[in-house]
């Protein structure tokens, strides 16, 4: 069986090395000129030895499926762990989160509501194992009630806010519980970072039979009964008995114009934000030692600044300090438009806030990058609105971030959706 996966992200690649081992021929086409994805990399100069990330990355101990696969290409030396500084920013100054000691020493609340925020917490990560009663409430009333009400303003509605903005209150507990459950607070890496991993996979899978076109974005997919034609705009028609689409709804619903309406429904009802991230390459560190730092909006205008280079050595970026400041909003914000200057004028004071010494001269350059589909959002009793790996559609499959709820998007469940509809579609094709 000829199988083609549109898009050469971490679970197309995944789905690709499963196929071809159960003896199918693969053919990726990706619409980016490298595979990754979203996980994907860029070199801000020449003198860089190691890509960057477009969107700030790093992985928890928990990603047993990522961590699996690293070691079945046989890469697992690359793979390293650190326990850079997490902090929250409050009150003028940050405080650091990576420890439960250190979470309950915040003074954000009385030590009472501390201590019942911390066997809440205790009690989502080691004893809820089920999470569908949790889905049928918003993390905001679930939170508010167990948790109470000091811990719900200080800790939990900023995260929710953050990361949703005005969907904040919608967001289901099943969510948030996932957060909690698969973190840790050491963070891992690959050397030459995400962007090699995925070139890792496809020196992998390309060597194992498949073929691999970069630069290929596919305009349609048509199916005449027997078997799928794959158009893109250089005019080649390419052609397979079966496809599995990797990209958001809203491209498959642009490739496949043959979607019945009841399903097509379906895809309207997921909803997602996009993300934008200016990374910065500076002269000198903005703070003296974190990593990661939550920022409250709307007191600042971005949810997280991330100093990469207070987790990966400089070195690897020719002495250049990275920070990422970026945030999660909907398609039709300002953010989504808006130049790279107007971005840095926009967020220069909240630089300043964090270190009064900075100044302008310290950014050597500036990028930003942005993506339409980059956070699905789960309402109240979300299982229900996701659609099979399998769609009404002969053969055509389609496996994405809105497949792997109840877990938060993430490089390690891309991953196992890859497996996953790499299983579907070989137990459907014996
Ligand atoms: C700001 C941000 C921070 C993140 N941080 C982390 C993190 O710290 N750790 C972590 O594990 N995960 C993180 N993630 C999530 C992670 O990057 C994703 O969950 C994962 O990469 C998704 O992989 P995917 O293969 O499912 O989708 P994608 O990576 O989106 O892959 C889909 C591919 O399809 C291609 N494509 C689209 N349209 C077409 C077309 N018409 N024709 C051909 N190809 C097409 C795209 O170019 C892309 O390569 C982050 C994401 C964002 C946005």
């Given at each position: 069986m000829h199988i083609l996966i549109v898009g050469a992200g971490y679970t197309g690649l995944t789905a690709a090395k499963d196929l071809l081992a159960a003896g199918h021929k693969v053919t990726i086409c990706e619409?980016?000129?490298?595979?990754?994805?979203?996980a994907s990399g860029f070199r801000?100069?020449?003198?860089?030895?190691w890509p960057l990330e477009r969107f700030y990355h790093h992985l928890f101990e928990t990603d047993s499926d990522l961590r699996s696969l690293i070691g079945d290409i046989g890469q697992s030396d690359k793979l390293f762990f650190e326990a850079p500084r997490t902090v929250q920013w409050w009150r003028g100054r940050t405080w650091q989160l990576d420890s439960p000691v250190k979470v309950l020493q915040l003074p954000l609340m009385p030590f009472i509501d501390r201590v019942r925020f911390g066997f809440a917490i205790a009690y989502l990560k080691y004893i809820v194992r089920d999470w569908r009663p949790l889905e049928r409430e918003t993390a905001a009333s679930w939170s508010r009630r167990v948790m109470g009400e000091k811990a719900y303003t200080g800790m939990i509605e900023p995260l929710l806010r953050g990361k949703f903005g005005s969907l904040a209150e919608t967001v289901n507990m099943a969510w948030l519980w996932s957060r909690f459950k698969a973190r840790s607070f050491k963070l891992g890496y690959y050397r030459g970072g995400f962007q090699a991993f995925a070139d890792d996979m496809v020196k992998y899978v390309v060597n194992k039979g498949a073929t691999v076109h970069f630069n290929r974005p596919l305009t349609g997919l048509t199916y005449d009964g027997q078997a799928w034609f794959a158009t893109s705009p250089n005019g080649e028609i390419l052609n397979a008995d079966r496809v599995l689409v990797t990209t958001g709804p809203d491209v498959l619903k642009r490739l496949v114009m043959s979607l019945p309406a009841t399903y097509l429904a379906g895809l309207e009802k997921l909803q997602s934000l996009g993300a934008m991230v200016m990374t910065l390459a500076l002269r000198?560190?903005?703070?003296?030692?974190?990593?990661w730092i939550n920022m409250p909006k709307p007191e600042f205008p971005m949810l997280a600044m991330v100093e990469h280079t207070h987790f990966i050595d400089a070195k690897h970026y020719d002495g250049d300090h990275i920070l990422y400041c970026g945030d999660y909003v909907?398609?039709?914000?300002p953010y989504m438009t808006m130049s790279r200057n107007e971005i840095i004028e926009a967020f220069l004071p909240a630089l300043q806030r964090v270190n009064p010494a900075f100044e302008r001269s310290w950014i050597r350059d500036a990028w930003v990058h942005r993506e339409r589909y980059a956070q699905p959002v789960a309402p109240v009793n979300h299982s229900g609105s996701i659609p099979p790996i399998k769609t009404p559609v002969d053969g055509l499959y389609w496996a994405s971030m809105s497949h792997v709820y109840p877990w938060d998007r993430g490089t390690n469940f891309a991953v196992e959706i890859g497996h996953r509809a790499a299983a579907v579609l070989i137990a459907d094709n014996k």
């Open positions: 619409a980016a000129p490298a595979p990754g994805g979203l801000g100069s020449d003198r860089w030895e000198q560190p903005l703070t003296e030692n974190d990593y909907p398609v039709d914000h």
